[in-house]
């Protein structure tokens, strides 16, 4: 016993420390508890085939999709500007729309995508973010409360039960806790950001790159953009950009052929961006991208048979095909040279769109343009060839690419997936919520995470796997033998006893007060997912001391571990908005603490009342 608990001591020291990733210290941990003759190989490796491990995996895989395709965003954007200029009612659906997302994708995501929208429609609103950045942070940890997937240790104690031969927890079991715990998170922070926040200074932003948005205005390429349909029948069917001849004969620029599969059915669509070049054959139903004069654009129309398409005038995107900025050097082999002779399209295959020089923009007739140092050249091309030009960029010192082309593709949403994207996560709620349907909660999250994959919700798979945090799974698989440990050498025993004989006397709400506060104050120091595994089976067993129903112990210690706003490092997403709030760690003593103890009082008298003690 006296092992288990040096190793456990010597574990949390190393968590509070944080000079040493969390992961890397359960996985110390584990081998020390393997070495000691503890664990048995089996047991020690037994979190890794843990149903509540892989149920994680897949859950950050569909929680990365419903980002990925835009549905998030969509949503919550939609619904925020329902609040127009009105403070109250920006606080309310702040708080209501990030515990809505909060429910069912990760907290960091959620806040992640929520920040740079709610710190828009602040300023549009006149508000000081700083009054809305903290609720965000803190609503996506209480929207986690409201379903089984919601945050990781309510699936702890899930397993918890199911381990321990109880009945196991509903998909919305949790939904009356998270549903209270939001109400006191609004009844409480409303008064206290307004009276803390309200006349804090705003930090001042800095300077981002360009986004894609940005340079499309910037350089106004959709001013002049016109988009055309090729009919059935059309002549230009079957042939390419140069056989037409456009840019000659019309004085046009083809931005790009979009081709669209079953583009009637909303919810199974595939939409393939080309570039226009002589080995794309034109085919019925593309969609030429153009940029140029009016008059020319319908004299084209009209000479080669196509259809102006006002259903297609969204504007660009940028699925297969991106843009970046190249800011030429004095050194560079392209100076002196025409934009035709610098052979980005032949070693590179991107266009030329436009060329910046000393504050101004040259649009037009580019094929003669001769580049100058210090010109920034607007190109278009895959985000593969893109990506070359940035692995370029060292061996040539011919130009430096501006921003970050690869993070900027990995931004970009494929939104004509979102209605997909909606029905495989609903298909998975569905799954996970009737009993009737035979399909346990884990094979469910697994449906729905190869679903996201091969139905394309991502670019590749390889970003399906880069949604993925590593770190916390293989935290929360090497910390789970650790309770097994505590179990097997009678500490969990030992503290259960402590409690029972220490509060006992005063009867099960001073049991559950102890064994929430105890996890509440364990989270401002380590995982809240590490603090539930250890503390599930004290309170499992306390309960069995006592002869009550282990429900409340449980829910005390996942709310516990998941409502705690006294730090700025205590969660992921309390440490995002502390730079964006201009927030010091005094404003989370100020705020989230007098939240987080009012929070756990309410939770002592209510969770008795949602599961009794009989």
Not at 129 to 158: C, D, E, K
Not at 300 to 310: T, V
Not at 408 to 422: C, E, G, I, N, S
Not at 452 to 473: D, H, P, Q
């Amino acid at each position: 016993m006296y092992i288990t608990l040096a190793i456990l001591a010597l574990s949390a020291l190393f968590f509070v420390n944080g000079k040493i990733r969390s992961d890397i210290v359960a996985l110390c941990a584990l081998a020390l508890l393997l070495v000691s003759g503890i664990l048995t190989p089996e047991e020690a490796l037994s979190g890794f085939s843990s149903s509540v491990v892989v149920m994680m995996i897949g859950l950050f895989v569909v929680g990365g999709a419903i980002f990925q395709t835009g549905l998030a965003k969509m949503a919550s954007s939609r619904l925020l500007k329902l609040a127009g200029t009105s403070e109250t009612r920006l606080f309310l659906l702040v708080m209501l729309v990030t515990a809505a997302i909060g429910a069912f994708v990760s907290n960091t995501g959620t806040v992640a995508l929520m920040m740079p929208i709610i710190v828009s429609l602040a300023a549009g609103a006149g508000i000081n973010s700083a009054r809305l950045l903290m609720p965000l942070a803190f609503a996506s940890s209480m929207g986690g409360m409201m379903t089984l997937i919601g945050t990781p240790p309510n699936l702890v104690i899930q397993d918890a039960l199911i381990q321990a031969g109880h009945r196991p927890l509903s998909f919305f079991s949790f939904l009356p806790v998270g549903i209270v715990c939001v109400t006191v998170g609004i009844l409480v922070l409303m008064p206290l950001t307004k009276y803390f926040f309200s006349g804090k200074k705003q930090q001042k932003s800095k300077r981002k790159r360009k986004s894609l948005r940005e340079l499309v205005e910037e350089y106004q390429l959709e001013e002049n953009l016109f988009v055309l349909e090729v009919p059935v029948g059309s002549p230009v069917v079957s042939k390419t950009a140069a056989d037409l001849d456009i840019r000659h004969r019309y004085g046009l620029s083809i931005l790009e052929v979009r081709r669209e599969k079953n583009a009637s059915h909303q919810l199974i669509k595939k939409v393939s961006q080309l570039l226009a070049s002589s080995d794309v054959p034109l085919q019925a139903g593309d969609s030429l991208f153009v940029v140029g004069n009016r008059a020319d654009a319908e004299r084209m129309s009209k000479e080669c048979g196509l259809i102006p398409s006002a259903r297609r005038r969204n504007g660009l995107d940028f699925y297969d095909i991106g843009m970046a900025e190249l800011l030429l050097l004095p050194s560079s082999a392209l100076i002196n040279r025409t934009v035709k002779d610098s052979g980005l399209r032949n070693k590179f295959n991107v266009n030329v769109l436009g060329v910046k020089r000393r504050g101004e923009y040259i649009l037009s007739s580019l094929a003669d343009v001769q580049l100058l140092a210090g010109d920034t050249v607007l190109v278009q091309g895959t985000w593969s060839n893109i990506a070359r030009l940035t692995e370029t960029t060292g061996e040539t010192g011919d130009w430096v690419v501006l921003g970050q082309p690869l993070e900027d593709a990995a931004r970009v949403t494929l939104d004509y997936k979102a209605p997909l994207a909606a029905a495989i996560m609903l298909l998975m709620i569905v799954l996970m919520m009737f009993d009737s349907i035979p399909v346990a909660p884990v094979t469910a999250v697994i449906i729905a995470g190869l679903l996201m994959v091969l139905t394309g919700c991502f670019r590749n798979v390889e970003a399906a796997y880069k949604t993925i945090n590593w770190e916390s799974i293989v935290l929360i698989a090497g910390m789970m033998p650790m309770s097994l440990a505590l179990e097997k050498t009678g500490t969990s025993a030992c503290i259960s006893d402590g409690l029972v004989g220490l509060l006992g006397d005063y009867g099960p709400h001073a049991l559950l007060a102890g064994i929430y506060f105890t996890t509440s104050l364990m989270t401002m120091f380590i995982s809240n997912t590490a603090t539930a595994v250890l503390l599930a089976p004290i309170a499992m067993r306390t309960a069995a001391m006592l002869g009550v129903s282990p429900y409340p112990f449980l829910f005390a210690v996942t709310v516990g571990a998941s409502m705690c706003f006294a730090s700025p490092f205590s969660t992921p997403p309390n440490a995002l908005v502390m730079p964006v709030g201009n927030y010091t760690f005094m404003d989370y003593i100020r705020v989230g603490l007098p939240l987080q103890i009012i929070l756990g009082i309410v939770m002592v008298l209510v969770l008795p009342l949602l599961y009794p003690f009989s």
